[in-house]
């Protein structure tokens, strides 16, 4: 295993820092912008979703990523920070928590947010690489390197449908060389690119790296296969230890004990009804995220699902034109009314009325 240092991990308050409990695998949903007709902040809600996520037991929060718009991050929005700020101030109420801030944009804009984040006690930020479509793999790298110079990174493996790009082994076995990356983000909805960047961690010998499914399509399988590797004559056996996902942006406190319930699994013999499961947990993403329609009422479908428990007040996206596709309604009806044993619409309805206080 090779040597690597943080040169940030942030005491949870139980003896580990909130960097080694990322390594031991924790729920994280990406947070969603709650907005009012007009569009505009809707601070009540925004940290209403905050405290939602924090009493169902999540291990960490991911704000200004994409589940919050990326449109968070123009200037002439004007939203970032006070986002971040919101969802830290709630954050800071739960010391067994990750705080996670979003990254995005060319190296001097991804350093000025990573400092901001820093500024506002984010321990790591998810680096987008989207803005980069034409870099080459060193040269993202290099950008890459920039930003964990300021705050520890995790990486971000985004699909190409929703504004990211292939990303090759030879990207991820250079990557997984910089000092302060302390996880991986995998969500290229891709089982052969998933394995690229499990590959390349395990033969850069980064044992200290965390693995993280963001694979919405694939998540209980994810959760509970292991991964095998040879290297220099040796099997080595990694897993993903937990997800930083927008669809744990609702159901959440369910999606916390399905964490628990795959970690328990680890090691055993995969039973029937965690497969049923696990294509249950799928069908529902498929309506949520709208994979029908090439996802393009992902961010709606979630606000749509927030909306049915009282903790926004409509599906209001920052672009106007973005909203649910045809048919996308009846298919959340349907998921709705087919898995029922996957909402947490009983328990948002125990505590929204204080979570919007």
């Not at 940030?8 to 947070?31: C, F, H, W, Y």
């Not at 013999?269 to 309506?287: G, I, K, Y």
């Amino acid at each position: 295993m090779n040597s690597h240092m943080n040169m940030n991990s942030r005491d949870t308050g139980s003896g580990v820092g909130a960097i080694e409990l990322l390594r031991k695998g924790v729920a994280i949903p990406a947070q969603p912008l709650a907005v009012d007709a007009n569009r505009k902040l809707d601070e009540c809600r925004q940290r209403a979703l905050s405290r939602y996520y924090l009493a169902a037991g999540v291990g960490g929060i991911a704000v200004g990523v994409h589940t919050t718009q990326f449109q968070i991050h123009d200037p002439k929005v004007g939203l970032l920070e006070p986002v971040l700020s919101i969802a830290a101030e709630e954050m800071a109420k739960y010391p067994k928590c990750v705080r996670v801030a979003g990254v995005v944009g060319a190296t001097r804009q991804a350093v000025g947010e990573a400092e901001l984040a820093k500024r506002l006690g984010y321990d790591a930020v998810l680096l987008s690489l989207a803005a980069l479509k034409d870099a080459d793999g060193d040269a993202m790298v290099a950008h890459a390197r920039a930003v964990a110079e300021v705050i520890p990174v995790i990486g971000f493996y985004l699909q190409p449908s929703v504004g990211g790009r292939v990303l090759e082994y030879s990207f991820w076995r250079k990557f997984a060389e910089i000092e302060n990356v302390v996880a991986i983000k995998m969500a290229p909805f891709n089982r052969y690119q998933t394995i690229d960047v499990v590959r390349a961690v395990v033969e850069a010998g980064r044992e200290d790296i965390a693995l993280y499914t963001g694979n919405d399509d694939h998540i209980v399988l994810d959760l509970i296969s292991p991964y095998g590797f040879d290297v220099n004559g040796e099997k080595v056996e990694r897993r993903i230890v937990g997800g930083l996902l927008g669809h744990w942006s609702v159901w959440t406190k369910r999606a916390v004990e399905l964490l628990s319930q795959c970690q328990e699994q680890q090691g055993k013999m995969t039973s029937e009804a965690t497969l049923v499961l696990a294509n249950e947990v799928t069908d529902s993403n498929a309506a949520f995220f709208d994979s029908a329609n090439g996802f393009a009422g992902c961010i709606a479908g979630l606000h749509e699902v927030l909306r049915r428990q009282g903790l926004l007040e409509g599906i209001w996206c920052l672009d106007p034109e973005e909203g649910l596709s045809v048919g996308q309604m009846a298919e959340i009806d349907r998921v709705y009314a087919a898995y029922p044993h996957l909402n947490d619409d009983a328990f948002v309805a125990a505590g929204r009325d204080e979570w919007l206080r």
